[in-house]
C-alpha cells in the first residue's frame, strides 16, 4: 500500500474548491466550479419551448443535459464533438440531476444544461455536475436540494478522495478504483454511482461514506457561491 | 426586439449604447485560462466572451509542401453562449468563424509554417486553434481573433522523444513566433451608417459586415458577410479605421507564460 | 416553542435550494418552499418572506411565469388560422385569438394585416391553464402595437423594483428622463424617449436597479444616477 498520496494530500482530504455564479450572461443561469485543477462550467437556458413537439411532455419540464469537454482540455486532443463517452455523460448527469428538480410548473418545456469542461484533470463529470446544479437554482428552478458530487475509489490500495489525473493513471497495487458519486444531503441519496475498478464491499462503502463527507463541504461552497450573487455589487 | 430601433437611431447618427461609430466597447485578454494547453488565451469585448486553446500533434507534411506544418483552425459556437445557437455540428456561422481566422493566420503569414517542419517530408507540427464562445454578445470574430494570436504568441511546443513521439510531461525551448500579428476589426452597415465592433443587438439589424485584418497599416485578410454589399468609398473608410484601431488593439496581446 | 423560535433564519435573507427554513408545525409553508416532517424547506434561490406563519421565498433569477392579468410585452413568432403565437418569454408561447383583438376580424382575412411577424404587442394575460397554455388579449386600455421606441430585458422577478412602491420609481425616471416607459411583467421594458441620450440614461437607471434591487436606498442611489445624468 501507498503511504503517501502523489500530491501529498491526506487520504480523505479533497482538492482545493471554487464555485462561482453567474458567468454567462445570456444564459438564464450559469456557474463554473474549480476542483484543484479541472474547471467545468455549466450554463441553463429555459425552461423554453421544445422543438420538434414530439419531445415535449405535457405534464412536465424535460430536462436535457450536455456535457462536452474543450479539446484543449486534455494533453492529448479530444477531438471536437460529441463521443459516447460525452453523450453517457450527459446521461448520468441527467439521472443525478432530475431527482431534486421540480418540473411539473414547466409542462411541454425544456430546461437546457449545457457543461464545458475548459481545464480537465479528472473528477470532470462530478464538476460539471456541481456547477449544473449550481446554475439550475441560479436559473430559479425549483429544486429540493443542491446536488454535489466528488469522485472517491482506491489508489495504491488506499480507499480516497477526489483522485486526480496522476492516481487515476497509478497501476501499483491492482491498479485504481474511480467511483464518480452524486450525493443530495437533505434527504442522503446518491443520484450518481459509477464504478470502474475492483474494491471489497468494506472498502466501497469507507469510500462512499468518505465521499459523503466531501459532498457536504462541496455544498457548502455551492451555498456560498449562491448567496454571493446577491451580495452588494458595484458600490 | 430592437432592429427598427437601431436603424432609425443610425439615421440620427446614434447607438443603442451610445458609443461613437468607430468606438470599440472594452477590450480584455487574458492568459493561461487552461492548462493542457500550450497556449490559451480569453477576449472579452463587452459582454461577449471567446476561449481560445493551442494544441499541437505530430502530422506529415502536404506533398506540395514538404518542408512545412500547417494549422488547423476549429470554432464551436457554443449553445450556452447564445440561445439562438444549437447542438450538434459546427453550421455555417461556426465554420464561417474558423475560415476567417484561419485565414487571418494562414494568409497573412503570421506563423511560418517553415518552422514548423521536423523532418522535411515525413514529419511537422500541426498546430490546432480551437475558439469556443462562452458568451455571444455580438462581434465573436473580433474576440476570437484576438484571443487566437494571444493564445499563439509563446505558446510552448513539447519536447519530443527519440522516435519523434510528443512528451506531453514536458516541454522544450521552441515556442511559436508570430512574424506579424495581424488584428482583425468587424465594422457592421446599419441603414446605410458604418459601425465598428457591432453588439448582438445591432448585429440583427446589420445589411452587411465587413472583417479586415491589418497589420502595420496593411491589410492581410478581410471577409464580406450577410446580405449586401458596401461601396468602395464605405471600403476605404473602414480600412483606414482598421489601421487606426489595429494600433491600440496590438498593444492588448500578451505572450505565454 | 413559539413561533420566532421555530424561525431559523432571518426575514429577507438569502436562502438556497434544501435550506431549512423552519421547524416544527407553527408555521405554513408557501411558494418556494416545501414540507418535510417537522420541516419547512426552501426549494428556490432567493429571498424569505416571513409574513405571519407563512413563509415564502421570492425568486429574484429565472425565465418569467405567466400569471393572469400580467400584463407582458411580446414579439408575434408565429400566424396561425385562428389567431397569432407571441413570444413573452415564457417557457410556451402565448396565444392570441383572434376574439381577443379590438378589430372584427373577418374569416379568412390576412391576419399579418392587423399584426405581422416580429411586431412587438402590449397585452395582457387573460388565462393560464393547469397545462400551462397562455392566452393573451388585447382588449383592454393601453394594450397596442409598439412602434418605435426601444425594448430591454431585464430579470422578471426584478420587475416589482423597477416599478416600485405604487409605481414611485417608474415615476421619478419617467420624470427624470421624459421617456414614456412601460414594464412588462415579463421582464421587458419599452423605452421611448425623445432622444437617445434620454433612452441611455432610462436604460442605465433600470439596469442599476436590477443589478442593485437588494439594497437598501435604492430609490436614493438612483435619484442621484438620474440627476447627475441629466445635468450633462
Redo the contacts between chains.
Keep these: 500500500m501507498i503511504d503517501k498520496r502523489p500530491d501529498g494530500r491526506k487520504f480523505e482530504e479533497m482538492r482545493k474548491i471554487e464555485g462561482k455564479v453567474g458567468?454567462?450572461?445570456?444564459?438564464?443561469?450559469?456557474a463554473m466550479f474549480k476542483i484543484g485543477?479541472t474547471?467545468a462550467?455549466?450554463?441553463v437556458?429555459?425552461?423554453?419551448?421544445l422543438h420538434p413537439r414530439f419531445l415535449q411532455d405535457?405534464q412536465k419540464?424535460v430536462l436535457r443535459c450536455?456535457y462536452d469537454m474543450?479539446?484543449?482540455?486534455?494533453?492529448?486532443?479530444k477531438k471536437?464533438?460529441p463521443s459516447r463517452r460525452s453523450t453517457e455523460i450527459s446521461l448520468v448527469t441527467e439521472k443525478s440531476l432530475l431527482p431534486?428538480l421540480?418540473l411539473s410548473?414547466?409542462?411541454?418545456?425544456v430546461i437546457?444544461v449545457?457543461i464545458?469542461i475548459?481545464?480537465?484533470?479528472a473528477g470532470t463529470r462530478c464538476a460539471g455536475i456541481v456547477a449544473a446544479s449550481m446554475a439550475l437554482?441560479?436559473?430559479?428552478?425549483?429544486?429540493?436540494?443542491?446536488v454535489s458530487a466528488i469522485s472517491v475509489g482506491k489508489v495504491g490500495g488506499r480507499v480516497v478522495v477526489d483522485l486526480d489525473k496522476e492516481e487515476e493513471d497509478l497501476e501499483s497495487f491492482g491498479g485504481p478504483t474511480d467511483i464518480p458519486i452524486a450525493y443530495?444531503?437533505?434527504n442522503g441519496e446518491f443520484t450518481l454511482l459509477q464504478l470502474d475498478g475492483n474494491i471489497t464491499k468494506e472498502e466501497f462503502i469507507e469510500a462512499l461514506k468518505l465521499g459523503r463527507e466531501s459532498c457536504k463541504q462541496i455544498?457548502k461552497e455551492?451555498?456560498r457561491a449562491?448567496?454571493e450573487?446577491?451580495k452588494?455589487?458595484?458600490? | 426586439m430592437n432592429k427598427d430601433y437601431i436603424m432609425s437611431l443610425a439615421e440620427k447618427d446614434v447607438r443603442i449604447d451610445g458609443r461613437k461609430f468607430d468606438e470599440y466597447r472594452e477590450v480584455s485578454i487574458e492568459t493561461g485560462?487552461?492548462?493542457?494547453?500550450?497556449g490559451?488565451a480569453r477576449c472579452k469585448i463587452g459582454?461577449t466572451?471567446v476561449?481560445v486553446?493551442?494544441?499541437m500533434?505530430i502530422g506529415t507534411p502536404y506533398p506540395d509542401a514538404a518542408d512545412e506544418g500547417s494549422i488547423v483552425v476549429?470554432a464551436?459556437l457554443?449553445?450556452?453562449?447564445?440561445?439562438d445557437f444549437e447542438?450538434g455540428?459546427?453550421g455555417k456561422q461556426a465554420i464561417e468563424l474558423a475560415r476567417i481566422i484561419d485565414r487571418g493566420v494562414r494568409e497573412s503569414k503570421a506563423i511560418d509554417f517553415k518552422k514548423l517542419c521536423i523532418k522535411e517530408g515525413e514529419k511537422c507540427w500541426m498546430v490546432?486553434i480551437?475558439i469556443?464562445s462562452?458568451?455571444?454578445?455580438g462581434n465573436l470574430i473580433d474576440a476570437a481573433g484576438l484571443a487566437t494570436l494571444t493564445a499563439l504568441n509563446g505558446a510552448k511546443f513539447h519536447k519530443l522523444d527519440k522516435d519523434d513521439n510528443i512528451n506531453?510531461k514536458e516541454y522544450g525551448d521552441k515556442k511559436v513566433e508570430l512574424e506579424l500579428m495581424p488584428i482583425t476589426c468587424t465594422f457592421g452597415k446599419v441603414n446605410g451608417k458604418i459601425i465598428i465592433d457591432p453588439n448582438?443587438d445591432e448585429e440583427s439589424a446589420l445589411d452587411a459586415r465587413l472583417s479586415i485584418a491589418t497589420f502595420n497599416g496593411k491589410v492581410y485578410a478581410m471577409q464580406k458577410g450577410l446580405d449586401r454589399g458596401f461601396t468602395l468609398e464605405e471600403i476605404e473608410y473602414m480600412i483606414d479605421v482598421a489601421i487606426a484601431k489595429e494600433k491600440e488593439l496590438k498593444t492588448l496581446i500578451k505572450e505565454q507564460k | 416553542m413559539n413561533e420566532e423560535t421555530n424561525l431559523l433564519i432571518k426575514p429577507r435573507e438569502?436562502v438556497?435550494?434544501?435550506?431549512v427554513l423552519a421547524k416544527g408545525m407553527d408555521n405554513l409553508p408557501s411558494d418556494?418552499t416545501?414540507r418535510?416532517g417537522e420541516e419547512i424547506?426552501s426549494?428556490?434561490?432567493?429571498?424569505v418572506n416571513v409574513d405571519g406563519r407563512v413563509i415564502k421565498v421570492i425568486?429574484?433569477?429565472?425565465?418569467y411565469?405567466p400569471k393572469e392579468d400580467d400584463i407582458v410585452i411580446g414579439k408575434v413568432v408565429e400566424i396561425g388560422f385562428s389567431g397569432w403565437f407571441v413570444d413573452v418569454g415564457?417557457?410556451?408561447?402565448a396565444n392570441l385569438s383572434l376574439r381577443d383583438v379590438e378589430d372584427y376580424v373577418e374569416r379568412g382575412a390576412d391576419l399579418t394585416k392587423y399584426f405581422d411577424f416580429d411586431e412587438i404587442l402590449i397585452a395582457k394575460v387573460v388565462k393560464v391553464t393547469r397545462?400551462?397554455s397562455i392566452d393573451i388579449t388585447m382588449k383592454a386600455q393601453g394594450l397596442r402595437k409598439i412602434k418605435g421606441g426601444k425594448i430591454i430585458e431585464i430579470t422578471p422577478?426584478k420587475v416589482p423594483r423597477v416599478i416600485g412602491k405604487q409605481g414611485s420609481m417608474i415615476s421619478m425616471i419617467k420624470e427624470h428622463t421624459n421617456c414614456e416607459i412601460t414594464v412588462g411583467q415579463n421582464g421587458r421594458v419599452w423605452i421611448q424617449g425623445s432622444n437617445v441620450e434620454d433612452e441611455i440614461l432610462a436604460t442605465k437607471a433600470i439596469m442599476k436597479i436590477e443589478?442593485?434591487s437588494?439594497?437598501n436606498g435604492l430609490t436614493e442611489?438612483i435619484e442621484t444616477l438620474l440627476k447627475e445624468g441629466t445635468k450633462k
Design positions: 458567468i454567462v450572461k445570456r444564459a438564464d443561469g450559469s485543477d474547471v462550467i455549466a450554463a437556458h429555459g425552461p423554453r419551448v405535457p419540464g450536455n474543450a479539446t484543449f482540455s486534455v494533453s492529448d486532443r471536437p464533438g431534486v421540480d410548473m414547466y409542462p411541454s418545456s437546457d449545457f464545458e475548459t481545464q480537465a484533470n437554482a441560479h436559473a430559479g428552478i425549483p429544486m429540493k436540494d443542491l443530495t444531503p437533505k455544498q455551492q451555498e449562491l448567496k450573487v446577491y452588494e455589487k458595484g458600490k | 485560462v487552461s492548462m493542457n494547453a500550450e490559451s459582454d466572451e476561449i486553446g493551442i494544441k500533434a476549429g464551436e457554443l449553445p450556452m453562449s447564445n440561445p447542438s455540428p459546427p490546432f480551437d469556443y462562452i458568451n455571444d454578445d506531453y448582438n | 438569502v438556497v435550494p434544501g435550506q418556494g416545501y418535510e424547506i426549494n428556490k434561490l432567493g429571498l425568486s429574484l433569477t429565472g425565465a411565469v415564457s417557457a410556451n408561447d397545462f400551462k422577478s443589478s442593485s437588494h439594497v442611489i
